[in-house]
């Protein structure tokens, strides 16, 4: 079936060390992936994307890890600093259902100083 | 350059009633997708519109519509208002349908 599903709800980290979000898929013929960024009363924020015909994307900071034969991504933080408090969640882009985007529930970062 | 901007930023509606929203999406975009969002969970899909056609459709009931106009401007109207319909609607826009979708800051809807 379709689900996007995080294996955390919540993480905590110490400002300056790295951290690491989780996101399993089910729909093996998914092959786009969006890293979203919501913090309170705003929208979601495009973090970063990856095709699957990738296994790894870096951009500022942020790198997200696509593993195709278990159905996992990661988004890496490196360097967590206090503005990266936010929910993050990965979606999941299935074009062959009109291109909507399948959200997980969301994993709470928190970052202390 | 502005970002996706929706209207109103909150409203206040009765069960029965109807809602229009309302939104812009990012110069150049195309593509406009709406989400509903409710306290604690992810988005979820409710309609894309391209080209001023319906894309696709979520699970959502026929109380819902929406459509685009020639400026890529769009609406979301929700006839019989629902105590659950209350959330936060979110639109998306972008260039085209696989291009990564970027998201306004909502219309939080509430529903007495």
Redesign the interface.
Same mark, same amino acid.
């Given at each position: 079936g379709e689900s996007?599903g995080l294996h955390l709800p919540t993480l905590s980290v110490q400002e300056g060390d790295n951290s690491i979000i989780n996101c399993a898929y089910s729909n093996s013929a998914s092959d /786009?992936f $969006?890293w /979203?960024k919501q913090e309170s %009363? @705003? *929208?979601?924020? =495009?973090i970063i +994307?990856i095709r699957s015909n990738m296994d790894k994307r870096q951009g500022q900071r942020v790198t997200v890890l696509l593993n195709k034969t278990v159905k996992h991504l990661s988004l890496q933080i490196a360097a967590t600093q206090p503005g990266d408090s936010a929910v993050y969640?990965c979606?999941e882009?299935m +074009?062959n259902? %009109? *291109? @909507?985007? $399948? =959200? %997980?529930? %969301?994993t709470e970062l928190s970052v202390k100083p | 350059d502005a970002g996706v901007t929706q209207s109103p930023t909150h409203l206040i509606k009765t069960r029965g009633q109807h809602v229009t929203l309302r939104c812009s999406p990012i110069s150049g975009h195309k593509s406009v997708s709406w989400y509903q969002q409710v306290l604690g969970q992810g988005p979820q899909f409710i309609f894309q519109y391209y080209e001023k056609e319906e894309r696709g459709r979520g699970n959502f009931p026929d109380r819902f519509s929406a459509r685009q106009f020639p400026n890529y401007s769009s609406e979301l109207n929700v006839n019989a208002l629902l105590l659950g319909d209350s959330a936060l609607y979110l639109c998306a826009s972008s260039l085209d349908p696989m291009a990564p979708q970027h998201f306004g800051d909502g219309t939080r809807l509430s529903i007495l």
């Amino acid at each position: 079936g379709e689900s996007v599903g995080l294996h955390l709800p919540t993480l905590s980290v110490q400002e300056g060390d790295n951290s690491i979000i989780n996101c399993a898929y089910s729909n093996s013929a998914s092959d /786009y992936f $969006i890293w /979203y960024k919501q913090e309170s %009363g @705003k *929208g979601p924020q =495009f973090i970063i +994307d990856i095709r699957s015909n990738m296994d790894k994307r870096q951009g500022q900071r942020v790198t997200v890890l696509l593993n195709k034969t278990v159905k996992h991504l990661s988004l890496q933080i490196a360097a967590t600093q206090p503005g990266d408090s936010a929910v993050y969640f990965c979606a999941e882009n299935m +074009d062959n259902q %009109g *291109g @909507k985007l $399948i =959200f %997980g529930q %969301g994993t709470e970062l928190s970052v202390k100083p | 350059d502005a970002g996706v901007t929706q209207s109103p930023t909150h409203l206040i509606k009765t069960r029965g009633q109807h809602v229009t929203l309302r939104c812009s999406p990012i110069s150049g975009h195309k593509s406009v997708s709406w989400y509903q969002q409710v306290l604690g969970q992810g988005p979820q899909f409710i309609f894309q519109y391209y080209e001023k056609e319906e894309r696709g459709r979520g699970n959502f009931p026929d109380r819902f519509s929406a459509r685009q106009f020639p400026n890529y401007s769009s609406e979301l109207n929700v006839n019989a208002l629902l105590l659950g319909d209350s959330a936060l609607y979110l639109c998306a826009s972008s260039l085209d349908p696989m291009a990564p979708q970027h998201f306004g800051d909502g219309t939080r809807l509430s529903i007495l």
